[in-house]
């Protein structure tokens, strides 16, 4: 395992994880920002497992 790659990963996956919080909590949050960072969160995920 590499772990220098896990934890990278780890912290783009929390990075997007609080961006797409800030976002829910807006007024009118952006539905196409949120499906983006969604499915780049979910990329991400899918590396980390094959890590």
């Known amino acids: 395992?590499?772990?220098?790659?896990?934890v990278s990963l780890e912290a783009k996956h929390a990075q997007l994880d609080q961006l797409?919080?800030?976002?829910v909590l807006r007024?009118?949050?952006?539905?196409?920002?949120?499906?983006?960072?969604?499915?780049q969160k979910l990329k991400i995920k899918e590396e980390m497992s094959h890590v």
């Open 27 to 39: 007024p009118s949050p952006d539905q196409g920002l949120l499906s983006r960072l969604k499915k």
């Open 20 to 23: 797409i919080r800030q976002e």
């Open 1 to 6: 395992m590499d772990v220098p790659h896990m």
